[in-house]
């Protein structure tokens, strides 16, 4: 399910414009079919935000279900560093070497080195080198809040948790028409989309998702429904102006298919999601994430920024760049994400004592 969600930002992002991130390439444009390029964007120009807010639930879920009672906070924050900070300095770094280049700021580009971009209200410092990492400096503050949040979280009875959940699902509302009504078009896509204590609420839904699923009051919803839920929420949102578009009208539908694949996995009724190609697709998913916009814009870039294609001959370099981007994305979970987890997720002396008791 990571992945599908991954390959629906990267259709996403092949509706990009110049004006979209400081790098100023299109990639939209290289249709050169009008009437295809307006379909395209028709249908996907949302398709990365509920993408990413299936991620923050899912995050939240996988979290609370994998909870270790014997975990230390430093324990987590250490495995969590290591999960997600040597992949973002690698793509990064990639995304400043071959997109930033000269146009390199210290004041734009050094605070996605440090997952601090979200937090700044200028899309020059949010998108800055590789855009998809603004995502992780969301995801940074909730490993860093989860160990203390969770505890809280379980103390309340299950009969109150559909009610807390129905609180967050009014507050991500409340976010979005505060943005709508009150807040500058200048601030607005910061303040409803990537400051990271407002998207705090999808991350939270999900662990009440999973205090409920471990509770045994989930409600029997099937993955099939939860599914055409999904995809009449997203058509709708395709009506409504963006800032409910992001979030709002897709949470619901978002985090019950997280709860329905969750029960649908236990119960091994999912074949399909839990196949070997799916697994490893998952595996991979993050990776896929981290470096699909690299490959995107840079192969706009080497291949002619301004050049438009046939329809085809476009869909043959979109599935040029998937394939590339597949084949990266293997790579760095094999050579960069997995031996980082492996050998600093957790202290020499933790893993030395673990392969002395697996010996005895």
């Not at 996403?12 to 299109?26: K, N, Q, R």
């Not at 500058?184 to 999973?210: C, D, H, K, N």
Request: aromatic letters at 14%; hydrophobic letters at 55%; proline letters at 4%.
């Amino acid at each position: 399910m990571r992945f599908i969600a991954a390959f629906a930002v990267f259709l996403f992002h092949l509706t990009m414009l110049s004006i979209h991130t400081p790098h100023g390439i299109d990639v939209l444009h290289q249709f050169k079919d009008e009437g295809v390029r307006e379909a395209y964007n028709s249908v996907f120009h949302i398709a990365g935000f509920t993408g990413v807010s299936f991620f923050f639930a899912l995050s939240g879920f996988v979290l609370t279900w994998s909870a270790r009672s014997t975990d230390t906070l430093t324990g987590f924050w250490r495995r969590r560093f290591f999960k997600i900070y040597p992949l973002h300095i690698v793509t990064y770094a990639a995304g400043l070497l071959l997109l930033t280049g000269s146009a390199f700021r210290a004041s734009d580009d050094l605070p996605g080195v440090f997952l601090l971009q979200s937090w700044i209200p200028d899309a020059r410092v949010i998108f800055a080198a590789n855009s998809p990492s603004w995502s992780i400096s969301c995801e940074a503050l909730f490993y860093v809040l989860f160990p203390l949040l969770l505890p809280l979280i379980e103390r309340i009875p299950a009969s109150r948790l559909w009610w807390w959940s129905a609180a967050m699902v009014a507050g991500i509302f409340a976010v979005a028409t505060i943005g709508h009504l009150y807040v500058s078009m200048e601030y607005q896509f910061w303040f409803t989309y990537t400051l990271p204590p407002l998207r705090l609420m999808e991350f939270v839904l999900g662990i009440f998702a999973a205090r409920l699923v471990i509770l045994g009051r989930w409600p029997d919803i099937r993955l099939a429904p939860a599914t055409v839920l999904l995809v009449l929420a997203y058509a709708l949102a395709l009506q409504l102006p963006q800032v409910y578009a992001q979030t709002a009208v897709t949470i619901v539908p978002v985090v019950l298919l997280v709860g329905a694949g969750a029960t649908a996995d236990i119960e091994g009724r999912s074949r399909l999601l839990r196949s070997r190609t799916m697994v490893w697709l998952g595996e991979i998913s993050f990776a896929f994430y981290m470096v699909h916009l690299v490959v995107l814009l840079s192969a706009r870039k080497w291949l002619g920024a301004e050049d438009s294609y046939s329809t085809p001959k476009a869909l043959l370099v979109i599935a040029g760049c998937l394939a590339v981007t597949m084949v990266l994305a293997w790579l760095l979970h094999i050579g960069v994400e997995r031996p980082a987890m492996r050998h600093w997720s957790v202290r020499r002396q933790d893993r030395d004592r673990g392969r002395t008791t697996a010996s005895v």
